[in-house]
């Protein structure tokens, strides 16, 4: 390994312990590496949006004389500078029009997405038949079927939550509940994952403790 | 104030630099010790447990010890953890131990090194498995830091296994392709033809000129192939598109928050063929697979650590919910 | 006239998108529309990050408490920059992609960001730790179901799982921790996933459409709210 | 230079191999080139049946190579299959021009063309009949939304039940208040191009209107630039409305950084520094979810956080005082404003949700029934429900 290997495992397991200093206190330490971090990762990625949205994405289209459709960027380039004038207080509310752009765009184009890989799809592989099969597949099948339909009474806004209602209201969120438990137990095992390979690089690759 | 950060940062150096110049590489513990250890760490959590049902709780920083001392002791204990092999990872080995020497197996990796813990000792376990049967082996990546992970792997199998480093060479035994943009679409593409979506490998070497890659143009010319991802694109979009379309034979290895989610394509389907071949899910299946080829390593240290601290974040949740109940009744 | 023009363009735009999903011939909007969100971003980056220049020379400028740390970030910020739009370093040159191995941009990646990035992350580990012991309480019946399905996946997913449940004969193996781990993957959250996933569809909907007819109109700093 | 087949004829295409010894196979039938239906006239459809020398066992079929004529040219070939494939989607034509096609059967030393296709032109739909599915249903919710909207603009009272996170909004604003500590808005740390952004920020101009009255700080670290444009206007627009524009200040808002940990780090910095009253974590969160929700938690904020992201959930119940889940997160701001058209809106939601169960109400029963007693015209109901549903 070169010197600055070498270094660098030096400084990568120095910054590793100054974030892990903050289970004691928000120390300076601590804020030395979160500055670093707030910096870096600011510049990092500015790099990437330049590059690769401004440069590959905008420039390289725009100004390729075989592209029949080159000007077609530039209305989005028109758009950005547009939100600059922000920056003015006359024309300031020119930056209205990109915003009010992107919020057309994300709404109708996402209103379809979810509707139709959300709300359509999942309806449609609910439709199955529930007694097929064993009887653990019989009791899974169930166990779907009541569990959508009861989530979904949950989630109804017209009517208060009494009687029947009230109570297939409460089994749809009992459904709701293991879900979130479940999410909770793999969310668990991948943070600790996450741990394990830091200190596998501290005693480890640093400081060679481990096999 | 300032005095109390100063002497703790001092002896958080002091123990670090202590561990660099003092302890013995590697560390390991003696039976013995890790049943003391183990007891020790039983003992604290009765402390704890009296303690907080007594009514006072332990500090946040008090946690965090445990939890530390949970994720790093382990380390260097040698327990043998009595590990089921799970059906989804045998079949994986199975199909592995199937294949005939020089057949020829595409490996994705489609994952960056936040979630390297959990994929990173199956993927060396999967190399140095490959290169000590001579199979061979092409690398791609969908996600931008895959194909360097898939370098670091295959270094890792050298060290760990000296003999390959002699044996095994570039562009004959492996070849990686790179990272490719475009999500699905290049899955899509390659099923026609590979080289359109990697005209060179990482190194640039036209594709046509690497030895390796000579009688294979798409998905019909591999004879197996392996995934390790982290998300999107992932195993899904591999099983949709590579088996689905083009009965690519695929098997994989993904993250535990992954892994639930690709259960459904392990189930036969009408035709009574699995989609997915099988399945190493998370930490737990690279230990069960490093158990398979009698090579225990990093996931098999890792798992302990990681069924540690399981159990650390179960006890706590108890203690917390009988101090809770008991509070509850009291003020009843 | 000021405040029209934005109401005009949503709805245009939102109802252009909501149709170009029906006509083949207007299939290739979404990627000029992601186009163009991408240019926009470039340019609001110029007003982000020159935000955060301004704040961090501020407290430079009338010495704010902690202002030695600005000078961190500052210093951070601008290696970055110069890094990445000079290329320093990379052995491909000016040509190659910005992050190449061996260029100091992707050294600053492996050894400063990387370690921080990953180590941030993985205090996730202790915080899940204590929020079990102070906050993960079962206060209610909801909450005692959340943690019973959690401790399952907790323990499924370990050789400690089987150990406990191992006893169970063969016949009754559903009920071995590991394979309830499973069971409840595929069926109460399966369920659950879709009971969300239907009315986070169905949200959107009336969401997009609020916005699209101009009657959510707080995002475009409209004064008659 | 390599001649191009003609129909019929053998072609060797390893040199020098004597007639003899060329494995011929037999070529490829009923090669159909079609347009593909519903695009925009850039595809076209080849599909035929695959020779019968294509077997697994002692097949001698190596693979398919597709030629293409385009007008009067030279064929070109376009793709090389592998054995067993039996269709090809061609994405690489114009629109206007005539395309016509032959496969070949190659042998490990020969190929063999299939007679050519007659000429075809792509053409273009402008209408997608396959999702005419899906377009009636946008149809009735986005016609049920507007219809209770209208009905509600009319004076019509409608009955929204009590939504327990959003009641709570007027307290946690009045104990930042009562306590002179201020408010922290956190939108999530997507871009403006993820719906949930916008349901945030549409939450944020309710809650700013109330907090312009008082004289509460607000402050909202964002981690996405654009957010931060569209948060100051959003917040100035309140302050306006309220009658206080000298209260608002551009310094409500701050860009941190893109980089989802650096942000969250200085998150952290700030509730531990600060001590919020109240804290809203609403929109699109990830992993910082816990971190941000425990921080909170431990500064003793009132929590108010909603998101549509089922993994972060758990976090946000466990360590916040009021969770919205999902669908609640979009309604929040129609239920914020009180506005009898905006809770309009939730009515026609409404209507989609009792369309989904009563579809799957009656598709599992006809499904049960239909499979249990194998009754024909029950399965039709099933397969019919199933349609409507289906977006292929």
Redesign the interface.
């Known amino acids: 390994m070169g010197f600055w290997d070498v270094f ?2 030096w ?3 120095a ?2 312990i100054g ?2 200093s ?2 004691y206190r928000d120390n300076i330490f601590y ?21 690769d ?2 440069y590959r ?2 420039w390289t ?1 725009a100004t390729d004389p075989t592209n029949p459709e080159w000007y ?2 530039w ?3 028109v ?3 547009l ?2 004038t ?2 003015f207080n006359k024309i300031g ?1 020119l930056s ?10 994300v ?6 997405i ?2 139709v ?4 799809v ?2 449609s ?2 439709i199955m038949p529930v007694f097929t099969g064993s009887w ?1 597949d019989i ?2 099948n169930t ?6 339909f ?3 009474v ?2 109804f806004f017209s009517k208060a939550h009494t009687g029947v209602f009230g109570g297939a209201a409460r089994v ?11 999410s ?6 991948s ?2 994952s ?2 394990i ?2 200190i596998d ?1 501290l005693f480890g690759t640093w400081l060679g403790m481990i096999r | 104030m300032r005095a109390r950060e100063l002497i703790v940062s001092g002896l958080i150096i002091l123990f670090f630099l202590a561990c660099y110049f003092f302890s013995p590489k590697p560390m390991e513990f003696s039976r013995s010790t890790s049943v003391l250890i183990i007891f020790l760490l039983a003992a604290a959590f009765v402390y704890v447990f009296i303690r907080t049902f007594r009514g006072r ?2 500090g ?1 920083r008090v ?2 010890i ?3 001392v949970a ?1 790093v002791l382990p380390f260097f204990m040698k327990f043998p ?4 092999i ?1 059906p989804e990872v045998q079949s994986v080995y199975d199909a592995l131990e199937k294949l005939p020497p020089h057949s020829k197996i595409l490996a994705s990796f489609d994952y960056d ?2 979630s390297a813990p959990e994929l990173q000792p199956m993927a060396v376990a999967f190399m140095k498995y490959a290169f000590e049967h001579d199979l061979k082996i092409i690398i791609m990546g969908l996600w ?1 830091q895959g194909p ?1 992970q898939a370098d670091q792997a295959i270094q890792a199998a050298f060290i760990e296994n000296p003999d390959l480093k002699q044996k095994t060479k570039y562009g004959v035994d492996y070849v990686n392709l790179g990272f490719q943009s475009g999500y699905e679409f290049v899955i899509l593409q390659m099923g026609q033809s590979f080289k359109s979506m990697f005209p060179a490998d990482l190194y640039n070497t036209p594709y046509d000129s690497i030895p390796l890659l000579k009688n294979v143009s798409n998905f019909s010319n591999v004879d197996f192939s392996m995934n390790f991802s982290a998300g999107k694109p992932g195993t899904a979009e591999w099983v949709q598109i590579a088996v689905d379309r083009f009965q690519l034979p695929l098997a994989a290895g993904n993250t ?1 928050v992954q892994a ?1 989610m690709i ?2 394509y392990l189930k036969k389907g009408s035709k009574g063929k699995k989609q997915l071949i099988g399945l190493l ?2 930490m ?1 299946g690279g230990a069960e697979f490093e158990k398979l080829t009698k090579k225990p390593a990093k996931a098999t240290t890792y ?1 302990l650590s ?2 540690f ?6 006890i ?2 108890i ?3 009988v101090a ?2 008991r509070e509850k009744k009291g003020k009843k | 006239m ?1 405040r029209q ?3 005009i ?10 149709f170009s ?5 207007l ?2 909007l ?1 990627q ?18 020159g ?2 220049m301004r ?1 961090h020379l501020n407290k430079l400028r009338r010495r704010k408490k ?1 202002w030695g ?2 000078i ?10 110069a ?3 000079l290329k320093i370093g990379n052995p491909g040159g000016i040509a190659a ?3 190449t ?1 061996g260029s100091l ?1 992707q ?33 209610n ?3 005692t ?16 799982g ?2 406990l449940t191992a006893w169970i004969p063969e016949s009754f193996s ?1 009920l071995q921790v ?1 394979n309830l ?33 101009g ?2 109109r ?8 | 230079m390599l001649s191009f087949p003609v129909t019929g004829q053998v072609i060797d295409t390893v040199k020098a191999v004597p007639d003899s010894e060329l494995v011929v196979v037999a070529p490829v039938t009923s090669l159909i080139a079609a347009d593909h239906k ?4 850039k595809m076209i459809d080849l599909s035929w049946v695959p020779s019968i020398d294509d077997r697994l066992v002692e097949g001698n079929v190596m693979g398919y190579k597709v030629y293409r004529i385009e007008g009067d040219s030279e064929p070109e070939t376009i793709a090389e299959l592998a054995p067993g494939s039996n269709a090809y989607n061609d994405q690489s034509v114009e629109r206007g021009k005539l395309y016509s096609y032959f496969v070949s059967a190659l042998s490990s030393n020969a190929e063999t063309p299939s007679i050519r296709t007659a000429p075809i032109q792509p053409q ?5 009949i396959e ?1 005419i599915n ?2 009636i249903m ?1 149809l009735v ?2 016609g049920a ?2 219809y209770f ?1 209208e009905t509600a603009r009319r004076g019509k009272k409608l009955f929204v039940r009590k939504i327990a996170g959003l009641e709570a909004v007027d307290d946690a604003i009045g104990r930042a208040t009562e306590m002179g500590r201020p408010i922290l808005f956190i939108p999530g740390i997507l ?1 403006m ?1 993820d ?1 949930q952004t ?2 945030a ?2 939450i ?3 809650i700013t ?1 109330v907090i312009a009255d008082y004289d509460t700080k607000i402050f909202m670290p964002v981690s ?3 957010v ?3 948060g100051r ?2 917040i ?3 302050y ?2 309220a009658g206080r524009p000298d209260a608002y200040s551009d310094d409500m808002v ?4 893109d ?4 942000y ?2 200085a998150v952290d910095g700030i509730m531990v520094r600060e001590r919020p009253a109240t804290v809203f974590l609403l929109g699109a969160f990830f ?1 910082e979810s ?2 941000l929700a ?1 921080t909170g ?1 431990s500064v003793g904020a009132i929590q108010i956080a909603g998101t ?1 992201r ?1 993994a972060q959930l ?2 946000f ?3 916040c005082d009021f969770t919205l ?7 929040a ?2 239920y914020l404003s009180g506005e009898p ?2 809770m309009g ?2 009515k ?2 409404d209507v ?2 009792a369309i ?1 169960m009563a579809a799957i109400l009656i598709g599992v029963l006809t499904a049960t029934i239909g499979e249990a007693w194998n009754v024909e015209w029950i399965q039709h109901i099933t397969t019919g429900l199933r349609d409507i549903f289906s977006t292929r």
């Open positions: 660098g495992i400084l990568a397991s910054l590793t974030i892990i903050f289970l804020k030395a590496c979160e500055a670093i971090f707030i910096g870096t990762s600011a510049g990092y990625w500015f790099i990437i949006l330049y590059w949205n401004l994405k905008f289209q077609v960027p209305f989005g380039f758009l950005g500078v939100i600059l922000r920056l509310w209205r029009w990109p915003l009010a752009f992107i919020v057309g765009a709404a109708g184009l996402y209103m379809m979810y509707f890989s959300n709300a359509m999942q309806v592989s609910t653990v009791i899974a166990t779907v079927v009541l569990g959508t009861c989530g979904l949950y989630f749809g969120i009992w459904f709701l509940m293991i879900t979130f438990g479940a909770f137990g793999y969310t668990v095992m943070r600790m996450l741990m390979g830091r690089f | 709780f332990i946040r946690v965090f445990f939890v530390g994720l953890l009595p590990l089921q799970s090194p936040p931008p360097q535990a639930p259960y459904p899910g998370g737990a798992l990681q069924s601290a399981h159990v650390a974040v179960v706590f949740i203690i917390g919910n809770f109940f | 000021k023009i934005p109401i363009i949503t709805f245009l735009i939102g109802m252009i998108m909501i999903f029906f006509i083949p011939p299939e290739g979404e000029t529309c992601s186009l163009f969100f991408d240019v926009i971003a470039v340019f609001a980056f110029f007003l982000g990050g935000n955060l704040i902690d740390f600005s961190v970030t500052l210093g951070g910020f601008f290696i970055m920059l890094a990445g739009l992609s910005p992050t191995e941009l050294e600053i990646f492996t050894y400063v960001f990387l370690p921080l990035q990953s180590t941030m992350y993985a205090l996730l580990a202790f915080f899940v730790a204590s929020a079990s012991y102070r906050a993960f309480r079962a206060k019946r909801e909450a179901i959340l943690l019973i399905a959690a401790f399952v996946i907790l323990l499924g997913r370990t050789p400690f089987m150990m559903v590991p781990a499973i069971w409840i993957m595929n069926s109460p959250n399966l369920a659950g996933q879709r009971a969300i996933m239907i009315g986070i569809g169905l949200g959107v909907i009336s969401m997009s459409l609020r916005l699209i007819l009657i959510e707080t995002y475009l700093g409209d004064e008659s709210v | 519903y695009d925009d006239g273009r739909e402008w209408l997608n999702l899906v377009l946008a919710l986005g939304v507007i909207i871009d191009d719906v916008l349901a920020l549409t944020l101009g309710r209107r996405r630039s654009l931060m444009t569209a206007e959003t100035k627009a309140s306006q409305a701050t860009y941190i950084t980089e989802q940990f650096g969250v780090a992993a816990l971190i425990e938690n549509a089922p758990p976090f119940i466990a360590a889940i999902g669908e609640e997160l979009f309604a701001s129609a058209k905006q809106s939730l026609g939601q989609g949700k989904a």
